[in-house]
């Protein structure tokens, strides 16, 4: 990452725009693994209207080296601080239409990132000449855990304290029926009564780690392992994001 001599202006304005973003709608579509995205046009309408309320844009330039499709993304502040960042993609097709698919990908996988949108990476192979990896069937819910109930045997593989009283917690992801109910929740009802849902702690992390990244706080390499982790929705990754987060404040 470049950035100019000094960002403390536009570091205070990125995080009060990331604080003021919203989920971008998911418009579009993937056949291949039957989901859905959020597309460019998006997370552009999502996130231009609270960087202009900061004095803040977004430049986006695409190049070529090697085989593969390049973009610069600037963040610029009416102070005339500015950071950048280079990110590339392999061409599926090297011809025109496979240069303008890797393109709109990394305009929309950057500009997520500097924004803090959480994206699945639903339109990657179209912007990839890698096959697309072989799923594995989802392993069966354990017969021991009922329905509806909290799952022990889970959380005794992938579990994290309260992070309120540090207490222990039920994990309810395990024949979760009703999708607004937490997945963790803190056996503690009459003390703390803690309840996390997973999406929005990773969402939450997110945020923190573009502006920690923003801020020459972590590099690059730093930055993809924490969205990795905080990604996969393992409880104990999300906890340990959060501490090296917050030392990282300290």
């Not at 418009?27 to 999502?46: E, G, I, Q, Y």
């Not at 900061?54 to 695409?62: A, D, E, F, H, K």
């Not at 025109?96 to 990394?106: C, F, K, R, W």
């Not at 990476?121 to 329905?147: E, F, H, K, M």
Request: proline share 6%; charged share 20%; glycine share 6%.
């Amino acid at each position: 990452m470049e950035h100019s001599e000094s960002i403390a202006k536009l570091a205070i304005a990125l995080v009060r725009a990331n604080a003021a973003v919203q989920h971008a709608t998911k418009d579009s579509s993937n056949p291949h693994f039957k989901s859905r995205f959020a597309s460019l046009n998006s997370v552009v309408d999502t996130v231009k209207p609270a960087y202009a309320a900061q004095g803040l844009t977004v430049v986006q330039m695409p190049g070529f080296s090697d085989g593969h499709a390049t973009l610069e993304t600037i963040v610029l502040h009416e102070s005339g601080e500015w950071i950048s960042g280079v990110s590339g993609s392999p061409l599926q097709k090297n011809d025109p239409q496979g240069v303008g698919s890797a393109n709109t990908y990394l305009r929309r996988q950057s500009l997520s990132a500097v924004a803090g949108i959480a994206q699945e990476d639903d339109d990657g192979n179209a912007a990839s000449s890698a096959p697309a990896p072989r799923r594995q069937a989802a392993s069966p819910v354990p017969s021991s855990i009922p329905r509806g109930q909290p799952g022990d045997a889970l959380a005794a593989t992938d579990m994290t304290d309260c992070p309120k009283c540090g207490g222990p917690m039920w994990d309810n992801r395990i024949g979760k029926t009703n999708p607004k109910s937490p997945d963790l929740k803190c056996k503690d009802k009459a003390g703390c009564d803690e309840a996390i849902w997973l999406s929005s702690w990773r969402d939450d992390l997110i945020r923190e780690i573009s502006v920690a990244y923003s801020a020459g706080a972590i590099d690059v390499a730093k930055r993809t392992l924490m969205e990795d982790a905080v990604n996969s929705l393992s409880p104990t990754k999300l906890a340990y994001t959060r501490k090296r987060l917050q030392e990282l404040n300290q």
